[in-house]
């Protein structure tokens, strides 16, 4: 059923079957696909459901944290969650996953629009991320993901910082088609 492009069918049964590595699998190739659908709350049950059952790979990150709109609350905890896996996607060499996590974390603070303050514990892994060797290890749309949290992060709370143009300039040819710079020899 995965094979055949039916992940919801097939990520059903790897539940049944407590397929903890393939429930995995499947909701990373389609985390994204599944939020921009609205079915990310379904992500949130499967995550808290594989929850007690840790593998090596975290799941959380895959932009989950504005499902739910009116749930300020529910977006700082998700926020705060995410701490531990950004560590562990890190420590796996996960930069996706780190990508995707980081985005996680901006985007519940933005939609709250309360305290951005939060969000300089989160501006070095950006810095670590977005340096030049883990960027150019990125794919398209994770850099993209990083790149717009980045942007967010650093107009709330270090509007001066150079790393801003930056980004929003890396972010701009990310968004007209996603090709890199040349760089001059």
């Known amino acids: 059923m995965e094979a055949r492009g039916q992940a919801s069918e097939a990520l ?35 995550d ?3 929850a007690g059952r840790r593998c090596a790979r975290p799941i959380r990150g895959s932009n989950t944290g ?20 950004t560590r562990r996607f890190r420590a796996a060499g996960d930069l996706r996953g780190q990508a995707l996590a980081l985005n ?9 629009w309360a305290n951005f303050v939060p969000l300089d514990r989160w501006l070095p892994e950006f810095d670590r991320l977005l340096g030049p060797e883990s960027a150019a290890k990125l794919d398209r749309e994770s850099e993209l993901r990083a790149r717009a ?10 509007p001066e910082d150079p790393e801003l ?8 040819e990310l968004i007209d088609g996603g090709k890199r710079p040349q760089r001059a020899r």
Not at 68 to 81: E, I, L, N, Y
Not at 150 to 158: K, N
Not at 165 to 172: E, G, I, K, Q
Request: with cysteine.
């Open 104 to 112: 996680t974390i901006v985007t519940g603070y933005y939609y709250e």
């Open 165 to 172: 143009a930056v980004s929003a300039r890396r972010l701009d």
């Open 149 to 158: 949290a980045h942007v967010i992060a650093l107009l709330f709370r270090r």
């Open 48 to 50: 808290r459901g594989a």
């Open 12 to 46: 059903a049964l790897f539940r049944d079957a407590d397929n903890v590595e393939a429930m995995r699998r499947v909701i990373i190739a389609n985390a994204l696909d599944w939020a921009r659908q609205g079915r990310a709350q379904t992500l949130v049950r499967l």
């Open 66 to 85: 504005t499902v739910a709109p009116g749930s300020s609350c529910g977006r700082r905890a998700a926020a705060r969650r995410s701490s531990a896996p």
